[in-house]
């Protein structure tokens, strides 16, 4: 399964962006996907998943939203209301078998795009 993420940029506080997870090699129905982000300096977190529904990291709630759309084989995360401590590089991951507790952790997932960078200005 390779992953290929897009998307990112730079844009002002309150903004905008959309991030795209293109998958090949298997189907986004078939696999858990999720996006995690990593400032400069912090630990990698979780910020949003998809399983049988979607699941948020609290501090994203109401502003992002992840989906999916299987005929592009493409996971979306659809970001609004941008924070300055929304800037990161976002990472999308996919794995099999993921068990929804264990989504928020890293380790379950097998596969990892290559990034893209979030910059939100003040």
């Known amino acids: 399964v390779q992953l290929q993420a897009s998307g990112g940029g730079l844009v002002q506080a309150g903004g905008s962006l959309r991030l795209s997870c293109a998958a090949s090699?298997?189907?986004?129905?078939?696999?858990?996907i999720a996006w995690f982000r990593q400032a400069p300096g912090k630990e990698r977190e979780f910020v949003a998943g998809?399983?049988?529904?979607?699941s948020y990291a609290d501090s994203v709630k109401g502003r992002f939203t992840i989906s999916r759309d299987s005929a592009k084989n493409t996971v979306y995360l659809q970001m609004n209301s941008l924070k300055p401590e929304d800037t990161a590089v976002y990472y999308c991951?996919?794995?099999?078998?993921?068990?929804?507790?264990?989504?928020?952790?890293?380790?379950?997932?097998?596969?990892w795009g290559q990034g893209t960078q979030v910059t939100v200005s003040s």
């Open positions: 090699g298997s189907t986004v129905i078939r696999l858990v």
């Open positions: 991951a996919a794995g099999t078998g993921v068990i929804t507790s264990n989504m928020y952790n890293g380790a379950a997932y097998t596969y």
């Open positions: 998809f399983k049988s529904y979607p």
